[in-house]
């Protein structure tokens, strides 16, 4: 049975950095895409970044630049390296398995239970 967690949220100020980590068990991550999304309080839960098995990486426009995506599949684990950090990061984080990468929350089979990032001042 496919079984992700996650771990690695707390509370940070504007500008600071965090690293998330998603370890994988129960399925061969390296023939899997993993996703990072995130769900803001109120808000759906969105597809951020994530990384494909042949090791390509996809980020959305909110993240590009500032969040990293990285993946050790011998550790069976995915990791999401986020800097400059702002209050819209704030969220609970989430990561999840598919055969290929896609941005929509639906065509993930399973998840982990998530992990709290907060963004404040």
């Known amino acids: 049975q496919a079984r992700l967690v996650e771990s690695g949220g707390g509370l940070v100020q504007p500008g600071e950095s965090l690293r998330l980590s998603c370890v994988t068990s129960?399925?061969?991550?390296?023939?899997?895409?993993i996703g990072w999304f995130r769900q803001a309080p109120g808000k759906e839960r969105e597809g951020i970044a994530c990384?494909?098995?042949?090791?390509?990486?996809f980020y959305q426009d909110s993240v590009e630049g500032r969040f990293t995506i990285s993946r050790i599949n011998a550790e069976n684990t995915v990791y999401l390296t986020m800097d400059n950090l702002n209050t819209e990061d704030t969220g609970v984080y989430y990561c999840?398995?598919?055969?290929?990468?896609?941005?929509?929350?639906?065509?993930?089979?399973?998840w982990g239970q998530g992990t709290q990032v907060t963004v404040s001042s």
């Open positions: 129960g399925f061969a991550m390296n023939r899997h895409a």
């Open positions: 990384t494909a098995s042949d090791g390509r990486s």
């Open positions: 999840a398995r598919r055969a290929w990468c896609s941005w929509y929350a639906s065509d993930f089979s399973a």
